[in-house]
């Protein structure tokens, strides 16, 4: 059924992000942090990543349900998933901010390729990662100047 295909992709991602929340909220230093110009309020940031799940999960799913995950793009879609899972364990929890920062040019990258394999199966698909790319290098921007700042 296609709702349950979008309601399992939707999921995932969105309880995924929900965990990381839980074991980063501890150790989040946010609001201690000196922040460069464009720093947006510390409660928008579950809102933004709440909405770009929903959206990661509605273009899998989309995939999922035309029949156009082949192994390539469950590959990069889980791998990326886990690279950016990890990206909070080490900016929030470990303070790692350089390491975090190269970790997240290569979540951008993984992105990037994902978002070219979504698009050559299905335009929507890709496209709807397109806030996910703009977000991360939002906050790549953040990461690398919190580094400087801090």
């Not at 995932?12 to 501890?26: A, F, K, N, Q």
């Not at 990890?86 to 990258?109: A, K, M, N, T």
């Amino acid at each position: 059924m296609k709702v349950k295909i979008y309601i399992a992709s939707i999921l995932l991602p969105v309880v995924i992000g929900t965990i990381v929340g839980l074991i980063t909220s501890g150790a989040i230093d946010y609001s201690n942090l000196v922040k460069p110009a464009l720093s947006p309020p510390g409660y928008l940031f579950p809102i933004v990543w709440t909405i770009l799940y929903i959206l990661m999960g509605i273009s899998y799913g989309r995939l999922k349900e035309l029949k156009l995950n082949d192994l390539k793009i469950k590959k990069i879609y889980y791998f990326q998933l886990l690279v950016n899972v990890l990206w909070s364990i080490f900016f929030f929890v470990f303070e790692w901010r350089l390491f975090s920062f190269i970790w997240i040019i290569l979540l951008i990258i993984l992105v990037i390729i994902m978002i070219y394999r979504f698009y050559k199966k299905d335009k929507i698909a890709g496209l709807l990662q397109i806030p996910y790319l703009i977000w991360l290098l939002f906050a790549a921007y953040l990461n690398l100047a919190i580094y400087f700042l801090n």
